[in-house]
């Protein structure tokens, strides 16, 4: 399984900016797949999460991000996107995709695979 | 949203020490809590799921305990490449939420 994100770059706030996660190994279609930020030496925090399933899934999203992220995902590019619009200084930060595992007997087995992290500075 | 709190937020052993960390939820998560260590310059990796199952080659030093609100990852005898700084996590509810980290150091 690999996850490698993309997209990451500095921008100016009250931009845009649309993160991608090229999967392999697994199908974004048929997994939970989440969104974590990390901002420079500080915690993690989660922020977006798409549940499976066929041409859709439901979505959530933090309270800090709602109404200026959308997450989706692109079925036939087995690639899943954060589309950020209105950001802030505070949205700098290591963005990450992760997989929300489930094992045999499905039960929540955490973030079991993350990409290695694509860094966005927002910034004047 | 669940708020969880680690404690203590540094904690400062030697190799070949037991390290206790601690993670406290505002409510209860039933078992849906799981760890990760994060060295820097990488990824989180997840050591524990549901309280306390060993995720995938993590090392039986690594163990997990606890429900409902009080949990505790505890590595038995600490290895040079376990000095990271460790997080909690639940997905009881959404948003899933995450500790502010213990930092294990040297």
């Known amino acids: 399984v690999q996850l490698v994100e993309s997209g990451g770059t500095l921008v100016q706030p009250g931009g845009s900016l649309r993160l991608s996660c090229a999967a392999s190994?697994?199908?974004?279609?048929?997994?939970?797949m989440s969104w974590v930020r990390q901002p420079p030496g500080k915690g993690l925090e989660w922020v977006s999460v798409?549940?499976?399933?066929?041409?859709?899934?439901?979505?959530y999203y933090a309270d800090s991000v709602k109404g200026r992220f959308t997450i989706s995902r692109d079925n036939s590019k087995n690639t899943l996107y954060l589309q950020m619009n209105s950001l802030t200084a505070e949205d700098t930060a290591v963005y990450y995709c992760?997989?929300?595992?489930?094992?045999?007997?499905?039960?929540?087995?955490?973030?079991?695979?993350w990409g290695q992290g694509t860094l966005v500075t927002v910034s004047s | 949203e669940i708020a969880l709190t680690q404690s203590p937020a540094t904690l400062s052993l030697s190799p070949g020490e037991r390290a206790t960390l601690s993670c406290r939820a505002s409510?209860?998560?039933?078992?849906?809590l799981a760890w990760y260590q994060q060295k820097p310059g990488q990824a989180p990796r997840l050591l524990i799921y549901d309280a306390s199952n060993r995720a995938s080659g993590i090392p039986a030093r690594f163990s997990g305990s606890g429900s409902e609100t009080d949990f505790t990852l505890t590595i038995s005898t600490l290895e040079p490449e376990d000095f990271a700084v460790y997080y909690c996590?639940?997905?009881?509810?959404?948003?899933?939420?995450f500790g502010q980290g213990t930092k294990v150091e040297i």
């Open positions: 798409i549940f499976s399933g066929g041409s859709g899934g439901s979505t």
């Open positions: 190994g697994l199908s974004v279609s048929s997994n939970y």
């Open positions: 996590q639940q997905r009881r509810n959404w948003p899933q939420t």
């Open positions: 992760a997989r929300e595992g489930y094992d045999l007997s499905d039960t929540y087995s955490g973030l079991d695979y």
């Open positions: 409510q209860s998560v039933s078992s849906y």
